[in-house]
């Protein structure tokens, strides 16, 4: 079974710039997750979707950060524009079940991100 | 809102010492809680889960977690570490009312392990 997916494995922009990272959860996993890891800090979590349905973005600075997943599979999250102190890791992790309380989370490698 | 306290960042054990890694979750209703490793360079994985039924569960690699409701814990605990459990391990809390359920996880400690 194929893992998690996500690319770029690094990206590196300049303040200001925009940047989209890109997620393939596992197959037929219906509930995706985008979490931000800080330096330091543990998984935050951005936004979660079940199918192509937003159940919670309260934590999804909405100002600069969107996301989307059209089709109920991959998902996109873009920043726009990035500040020095979205540097981070981004993740991605699916579950198997709109009741994902009951699964556990598979992850994906994430993506860094570095804002100059 | 819930939170999950792993009050040791950063461990460092020598081999076949007993390992005991905090966490403490604030929430008043039904949990289920996890323990998340993260080995140098490979992705976040599931080590145990508990959801319901016996306190104590294992894990894979030989870890166990205990989950005490009146202290609000779920420390995770091996008896003898090895040089391969070196990572990272995040404690995490699914907690929730109604539909919804959302998790939480904690700042993570960073286990040494001496050869």
């Known amino acids: 079974e194929a893992g998690v997916a996500q690319s770029p494995r690094y990206k590196i922009i300049e303040k200001r710039q925009s940047v989209a990272f890109w997620c393939n959860p596992i197959?037929?996993?219906?509930?995706l997750y985008w979490y931000q890891q800080i330096l330091g800090q543990g998984p935050k979590l951005l936004i979660q979707?079940?199918?192509?349905?937003?159940?919670?973005d309260s934590q999804l600075p909405k100002d600069r950060f969107s996301a989307e997943r059209l089709k109920g599979v991959d998902s996109t999250l873009k920043i726009q524009p990035a500040k020095l102190e979205d540097s981070a890791v981004y993740l991605c992790a699916s579950t198997p079940s709109g009741t994902g309380h009951l699964y556990e989370q598979y992850f994906g490698p994430g993506t860094r991100l570095t804002v100059t | 809102a819930q939170s999950v306290s792993q009050h040791n960042h950063h461990v460092i054990l020598s081999e076949a010492a007993s390992l005991e890694l905090g966490c403490n979750y604030s929430y008043g209703g039904t949990v289920n809680l996890f323990w998340y490793v993260q080995y140098p360079g490979q992705h976040l994985q599931l080590l145990l889960k508990y959801f319901s039924g016996d306190p104590l569960v294992k894990g894979i690699k030989g870890f166990e977690a205990e989950f005490i409701k009146s202290k609000f814990s779920f420390n995770l605990r091996k008896p003898s570490v090895q040089w391969s459990d070196t990572a990272e391990y995040f404690c995490a809390v699914n907690a929730g009312s109604g539909g919804y359920q959302k998790v939480t996880f904690g700042t993570g400690t960073k286990l040494q392990v001496i050869p």
């Open positions: 979707f079940q199918n192509n349905g937003v159940v919670d």
């Open positions: 197959s037929g996993h219906a509930t």
